[in-house]
């Protein structure tokens, strides 16, 4: 059985909300079966997701509240692409000075995942960056509340597995990496210079 017999066909496309992150559209669609209905879901620009690795060895973590869930995540350097970035990985790159201050010596692609590809047209690109080094300041957006540290990568696994972070973009480049070392590498990016 092809591709094509599970497809569907757009039969009309409304934009029902737009805003500065996301727009949320109304298909009408065809499906296989021949039946029409309606399917809702949301686009915005792919987004990189970075575990950062300092000298040392630590994890740069960010404390940040979520208000859409009420509380303090713990949680990694990320954010969606700007028209100026050209490439994901400098996204990842910009991304990581303006919300965590840090520069990256290494920047190693992980994958590239689909979120939630029911509701989503979204991309996450997952990036490991290493040799981290401190910068003068961040440039955060002005609705970011954050609180910048670094823990162990053995204390963030163990926060991972055992539940007590609930972001997903950082469970998913955590165990991202922890596997790594069964598969071959992507290739790193230097990006210092």
């Known amino acids: 059985m092809d591709d094509h017999s ?6 009309s496309r409304d934009r029902a909300f737009a805003c500065e992150a ?5 298909d009408r669609v065809r499906l296989p079966d021949g039946r029409t209905t309606r399917f809702d879901f949301v686009t915005e620009p792919p987004s990189a997701v970075i575990l950062p690795i300092t000298i040392d060895g ?41 919300e965590a201050g840090y520069h990256a010596g290494t920047l190693e692609p992980l994958a590239v ?6 509701l989503l047209n979204s991309e996450r690109h997952y990036f490991k960056a290493t040799d981290c080094e401190p910068a003068a ?4 957006d002005q609705d970011e509340s954050i609180r910048v540290r670094t823990i162990s990568y ?6 991972v597995t055992s539940g007590a972070v609930r972001d997903e973009r950082t469970i998913t480049a ?7 070392d069964s598969a071959p590498s992507t290739g790193d990016i230097d990006v210092i210079g």
């Open 154 to 159: 053995d204390s963030l696994l163990e926060q």
């Open 58 to 98: 630590q994890v740069v973590v960010l404390e940040e509240y979520r208000h859409a869930v009420n509380r303090v995540a713990l949680g990694l350097p990320g954010g969606s692409a700007e028209d100026e970035d050209g490439d994901l990985a400098a996204t990842a790159v910009r991304e990581l000075y303006e």
């Open 113 to 118: 995942a689909e979120p939630a590809n029911g």
């Open 137 to 140: 300041e961040t440039d955060r």
């Open 22 to 26: 996301f727009e949320v559209f109304t």
């Open 6 to 11: 599970l497809t569907w066909e757009t039969l």
């Open 174 to 180: 955590v165990l991202l990496d922890h596997c790594a």
